[in-house]
């Protein structure tokens, strides 16, 4: 059972984007002078490592020994950089690249073209990529009073790629073009084809993190080993992913020493992918509707991404997967899935979805890890989850929705005081009614009277460690 000592609060990251950029849709640039360096590629073992030991960051050796915040450099202004630099055509023909999707209009985003360079241009594994950079007026001229950075302001960049061998007229955007800071590194991870690529300043380190490992705790934490960056660019060999969503790869790169920057790499979207192929799930009140299970799909394939182990590697069950109210005609989705790793910890996930006249609608309403030692059927999960509200007033109508075993007839609210707050009538162990206000945790009760203890609400965002 997840109950209030349970829940592992996240571990402070990084620099980096956090966990927050993982799960939505469950639910994202260098010198030449006289020669042209070929990136190494480095091929990883997929075997997980065992856990690691924790490892203080580079910024806590770097400050003991008096070094100072790392060098700016200007990674985005540097000449073009991978093994393709030395091809002038191709390098012509990528920066003259539109950057929309054909049909569609010209992208706000979209730089001068007198401005555009292109930083990378580069086989790497199973394809060819670009990164394309360039100056928008109108992004400066929303940032008056920005202090002087590398490369000036208004800064942006889009990622291009193409099959082996691709001409620059293959080459075709990949993304959305966005807004830079012209010293920071960037990355492009294809998780299908295990390509990687990395973009720092010459002498800058970088590692990689192949996926994170939860520990029995429900703690989590990540091995990162460097991989070879000549002229600061590293193209990686990963093992290609079962999954195409998130995914669970993480890099860091050290500069002077000190760590710059530790986060996950750009998403590869690819419409021309094929759909994954389902996650084995263990539907433990019977099969789900046709909606059910898409959600519930979902969900799953968003949590074993994130683990970054193979399928067969972990144990996927859905408690619970039903219909909530919504603020509206028809009812709204929710599914709640849990999936069991090695250690025995357990990632529990949640998302509520419903039609929508632009095709669904959909809202995380839990993301956490939970410590083993609790069997399964018989854990609670409680969460707040509901749509948004249809009349477009701020306040979202919310549910709170707890999934218990069977046995439980009664589950009563409670704040963080202990207040008692609510109490609901279970169906089957399961509770679908209005949020009470100031709500917390919450206590089921056996139809025997015999309290299963309190559980707090389960979080909606965990760290993974990137």
Known sequence: MTGERDQVPPAPGADGRGASRRLLAWATVGCVVLAVLVPLVVRADRAPAP???ATPPPTAASTARGVGVPAAADVLGLPTRGSLAGDPAFVAGVRQLPWNDAGAPPDRLQPDPGTRRVVFAGDVPGGRWALVAGRNPLLAAESPGAPPAPGGRGLVAAWFAGPPGATAEQMRLRGVPRGVA????????????????????????????????????????RSY?????????????????????????????????????RTEPDPFPDPAAPPPPP?????????PSATGAQVA????????????????????????????????????????????????????????????????????????????????????????????SSTGTAAPQTDLVVV?????????????????LAEFPAADGVVVAPFPRRTVTVEAITGGGVSLGRVRLLGQSADFGS
């Open 297 to 388: 799909q979902r969900v799953a394939a968003g949590i074993v991404a994130q683990v970054g182990l193979p399928r067969t590697a972990v144990q996927v069950a859905a408690p619970w997967v039903g219909d909530v109210p919504q603020d509206g005609p028809g009812a709204g989705t929710v599914a709640v899935v849990t999936v069991t790793v090695p250690s025995g910890a357990v990632v529990v996930g949640a998302e509520w979805a419903a039609p929508a006249d632009d095709g669904a609608a959909g809202r995380r309403c839990a993301l956490a890890i939970a410590p083993a030692g609790f069997p399964l059927d018989r854990q609670v999960h409680a969460l707040s989850c509901g749509a948004p």
């Open 225 to 261: 080993r460097p991989v070879a960056a000549p002229d600061g660019v590293a193209v990686v060999a990963l093992p290609p992913a079962e999954l195409p969503s998130v995914s669970a790869v993480a890099y860091q790169v050290v500069r002077d020493g000190a760590l710059l920057i």
């Open 51 to 53: 856990a690691p030991a």
């Open 279 to 287: 996650v084995p799930i263990d539907y433990r009140r019977g099969l």
């Open 182 to 221: 012209g010293d920071r590194p960037a990355a492009l991870l294809d998780p299908l084809a295990g390509a990687l690529v990395v973009l720092g300043a010459p002498g800058d380190v970088v590692e990689v993190s192949d996926h994170p490992v939860v520990s029995a705790d429900g703690r989590v934490s």
């Open 404 to 420: 218990a075993p069977p046995s439980v007839a009664t589950v009563r609210a409670h704040s963080a005081a202990g207040i008692f």
